[in-house]
C-alpha cells in the first residue's frame, strides 16, 4: 500500500507542477497549518503563484472564500469529506486536488484525492500527505519534513503507538538525514519537556497516570525532591526536563516505573519516541508536540496565518505575536479547566458530560476535555459543548477519551459520525478524539445516541482497536 500511496502521490505531483496558479483551502489546526506551510513553500520555489485560503470547516459559508476561477484548487487537512460542497460550489474535476486523511466520502464527481486512509494508513495526517506530494514535486524538498512531523504529532499520529509508525516515520527520517530533526527513541512520555519546569511537566501530564503525580504539582515536586534531584539553575529559575542530566533522568524514570507497579499499573507508556529540533533556539519551538501546540493557539485564536509564517522561518514579529497567543491560550485553558472541575459533569452510563454555553470559545473545549478528563471518572469518555458565538443554532461538540478505552474498544470517531447521522449536522476525528457540530436543539438527542453507540463498542468482548 506504501508504493501506491507515493505512486499517487507523484502523480498529484505532476497536476500541481503543471499549474499556473494554485488556490490552497487549508485547516486552521497545526496539521492544516504545517500542510499549508510545505506546500506553499513547495510551489513557491517551482515560481507557482499560490493564495491560501485557512477556513475552520468547509461548510456552504466558507466555501464561499473559494474563488471561482482558473487557479488549481488543492485542499489539504479538509476535502474528502465535503466532496459534495465542492461539487454544489461548481468546482469541477480537472480543477482539484484533494490531500486528507479524514473518511472520504465522494460524491457526484471524482475528484482527485491522496488521502492516507484510503491506502490503510491511519496514522498518516494530511501533512505528512503533503509532504510526500512536495518531496515528489522536488527531492529537495526533504527539508520540509520537519513541518510534515509537527502536524503528524500534533495531530497526534504519534500518541497510541508512542511515536510515529509507517510512512510519518520515514518522513522523520527523512528529516534526521537532512540534519533538521533529532529522535529520541525512548524519551519521557511528558508535555512540556522543552519549557515546564519538571514537577509541572509530571504533574500535567496523564499517559500513564502516575498515581500522587499526575494533577499533583506539589506531589510531583515532593517526589522529585525525594530523589534528589537537582530542578534549580544556578539563577534560580525551574530546570525543564530537557536540561536535567542524563544520569538523573535515569532515575526520575525508574521511580516513576516502580510507583506505577507498586500502585497495579504498567509502565509501558512512561516511554516515548520524541522529535527535536536542533536548529531551534526558541524553547517552545524545540520538540514536534509544543511546536504543534504554538500552531494551534495561533488557529484557535483565528491567526492560522501567523503560525504559517512561522513555519516559514518567522522567529521575529509572528513568534512574538504566537507567544503573547499561546500565554493567553494557557490562560482560558486553565479558566476552563477550573469552570468544568467546579461545575461538575454529568455521568451517564458511558460518558460524562458539560455544556459550557457561551463562556469560553468552541475552539478551545477539546483541550478542555483532553486536561478535565484526567481529574474525572477515567473510565468514561467526556463530551463537551459549546455554543457558537457565529451561529446561535449551531452547537460545537468536543469528545476525549484515553489509551485504556481505545484499547478496550471504544473508537469515539465512529460514535460521533454514528450519532451526527441521526441528528444532522457534521463530525469526525480519531478515535481517541472526535468533534462535531449539530442542531442546538438537538442537543439531548445527541448524547444520548453518542451514549448508546458507546454502549455498542463496549459490548464487543476482546477487540483491540489499537
Known amino acids: 500500500m506504501i508504493m501506491d500511496l507515493l505512486s499517487d502521490a507523484e502523480a498529484a505531483a505532476g497536476l ?22 510545505i506546500l506553499s513553500l513547495a510551489l513557491e520555489r ?4 499560490v493564495h491560501p485560503i485557512f477556513v475552520r470547516q468547509l461548510e456552504p459559508m466558507t466555501m464561499g472564500t473559494v474563488p471561482k476561477d ?23 474535476e480537472d480543477e482539484v486536488l ?12 471524482s475528484y482527485r484525492e491522496v488521502n492516507a486512509l484510503n491506502y490503510g494508513h491511519g496514522k498518516l495526517a494530511a501533512s505528512g500527505v503533503a509532504y510526500l506530494v512536495a518531496r515528489a514535486l522536488d527531492p529537495k524538498n526533504t527539508d520540509l519534513a520537519k513541518l510534515a512531523v509537527i502536524g503528524n504529532v500534533g495531530d497526534m499520529m504519534a500518541r497510541t503507538d508512542l511515536g510515529l509508525i509507517g510512512p510519518s516515520r520515514e518522513i522523520a527520517e527523512d528529516g534526521v538525514r537532512h540534519g533538521s530533526i533529532e529522535v529520541v527513541k525512548k524519551d519521557l512520555n511528558c508535555f512540556g519537556i522543552s519549557t515546564r519546569p519538571v514537577h509541572l511537566c509530571l504533574a500535567y501530564s496523564d499517559d500513564p ?53 507498586s ?25 514536534a508536540s509544543e511546536f504543534a501546540t504554538v500552531l494551534n493557539a495561533c488557529g484557535r485564536w483565528a491567526k492560522p496565518t501567523v503560525g504559517a509564517r512561522i513555519c516559514r522561518g518567522d522567529r521575529g514579529i509572528a513568534f512574538r505575536e504566537a507567544e503573547r497567543m499561546l500565554t493567553h491560550h494557557r490562560g482560558m485553558i486553565r479558566d476552563l479547566l477550573q469552570f468544568i472541575l467546579e461545575k461538575g459533569v454529568t455521568e451517564i452510563s458511558h460518558l460524562q458530560h458539560i455544556h459550557v454555553g457561551d463562556r469560553f470559545p468552541d475552539t478551545i473545549i477539546g483541550i478542555g476535555a483532553g486536561m478535565a478528563l484526567s481529574r474525572l471518572n477515567r473510565r468514561k469518555p467526556i463530551l463537551i459543548m459549546a455554543e457558537m458565538s457565529d451561529d446561535p443554532l449551531i452547537t ?4 476525549r477519551t484515553n489509551e485504556e ?6 473508537d469515539l470517531q465512529q460514535a460521533i459520525v454514528d450519532a451526527t447521522s441521526e441528528v444532522g449536522g457534521s463530525g469526525g476525528g480519531h478515535r481517541i478524539a472526535a468533534g462535531a457540530y449539530i442542531p442546538r436543539e438537538l442537543e439531548e438527542r445527541f448524547i444520548h445516541c453518542v451514549n448508546r453507540r458507546l454502549e455498542c463498542q463496549n459490548a464487543r468482548p476482546g477487540q483491540d482497536h489499537r
Open 16 to 37: 500541481v507542477a503543471e499549474a499556473g496558479e494554485v488556490t490552497l483551502v487549508s485547516h486552521i489546526d497545526a496539521d492544516g497549518i504545517c500542510s499549508e506551510a
Open 46 to 49: 517551482r515560481g507557482i503563484p
Open 70 to 92: 482558473r487557479s488549481f484548487k488543492i485542499f489539504t487537512d479538509l476535502g474528502s469529506g465535503q466532496q459534495n460542497l465542492l461539487a454544489e460550489h461548481g468546482l469541477s
Open 98 to 109: 484533494i490531500l486528507d486523511h479524514h473518511v472520504s466520502q465522494p460524491a457526484g464527481k
Open 209 to 261: 497516570f502516575v498515581p500522587g503525580v499526575t494533577s499533583n504539582p506539589n506531589g510531583a515536586l515532593q517526589f522529585l525532591q525525594r530523589l534528589g534531584v537537582n530542578l534549580k539553575h544556578p539563577s534560580g529559575r525551574w530546570l525543564v526536563w530537557e536540561e536535567i542530566p542524563i544520569e538523573e533522568k535515569r532515575r526520575v524514570i525508574s521511580a516513576l516505573a516502580q510507583q506505577l507497579l
Open 263 to 287: 500502585h497495579g499499573r504498567s509502565p509501558d507508556r512512561l516511554l516515548a519516541e520524541a522529535y527535536l529540533f536542533p536548529g531551534e533556539t526558541q524553547r517552545p519551538l524545540r520538540n
Open 396 to 399: 460545537k461538540v468536543s469528545m
Open 405 to 410: 478505552m481505545v484499547k478496550g474498544g471504544t
